[in-house]
Each structure stands twice: as C-alpha cells, then as structure tokens.
C-alpha cells in the first residue's frame, strides 16, 4: 500500500514528469500519479477536484518554476484561492532545476510550500518528505 493517494506534478518537461511518475511508483509512494505540462490544465484540474470530489485533491504537488504559459510563482498566486480545508491538507514542493538563490529563498518564504527540492527527483527526497512532511 502506497504512502500517499494522490500526487500531482507540474512541469513542462515531460521527459522529467515520466522519471518522477516512475520514481514514486516504484518506491509506493503514492496510489495515483498525474502529471501537467501546463499550470494552467494542472488549475483546471485541481479546481474540478475543489467544487465536485475534494476527497480527491492531491495529498501532494511538485511545481517546477520556469514554465512557458503560467510559471510556477504565478500557479501559487492562484493556489491560494483554494479553500484552506484543502490546500492544508496538501504538501505543495518545488522541484525546479532553477539554481537562482532569490528564487530558492522566495519560495521558502511562501507560506504554501513546503520545501523547495532541486531536480532531479529521487528516492532521498521521497524519504525527507516522508520522515518530515508526512503524517501516517
């Protein structure tokens, strides 16, 4: 049995979202995976989880932050129009490729992420999130 029900990534390279889908498969970290190449469909997707089935938002989110479209500071900025009955009970992370120290330190001062994790993901992170994030 998996950790996690759901965990939802949002990165536009879709190469990196099949690594991290295998990755969390293989260490049973979550029943369902679903990946977004767009913040955009990924807010669609969440905000149809928040009005029909909010037993089915994501217990977790991976956000990258350089993305064409919506970026992942701009995708946050939205996320915060979300009841707090469900973004309390979701685990939002950055997982970014994106080595600028202004960027890193902004998204651990927002209040809505967790952590801010470098690419690319792995079991040592799955394990961090696990023994501080996650409360079985």
Excluded at 19 to 46: R, Y
Excluded at 80 to 102: G, I, W
């Amino acid at each position: 049995m998996s950790i996690l029900k759901k965990v939802v990534l949002i990165d536009d390279d879709q190469v990196n979202n099949f690594v991290c889908e295998s990755i969390i498969k293989n260490e049973n970290f979550a029943d369902e995976v679903v990946s977004f190449e767009w913040a955009e469909d990924a807010l669609n997707h969440l905000r149809k989880m928040a009005d029909g089935s909010p037993d089915n938002f994501p217990d977790l989110i991976f956000l990258d932050i350089n993305m064409p479209g919506m970026d992942g500071w701009q995708f946050i900025d939205e996320y915060k129009s979300f009841p707090e009955s469900l973004t309390n009970k979701c685990c939002l992370f950055m997982l970014s490729s994106a080595v600028d120290r202004k960027d890193i330190i902004t998204a651990k001062n927002l209040l809505e992420v967790k952590e801010f994790f470098s690419k690319p993901l792995s079991s040592e992170i799955l394990n961090i999130i696990k023994e501080e994030y996650i409360k079985e």
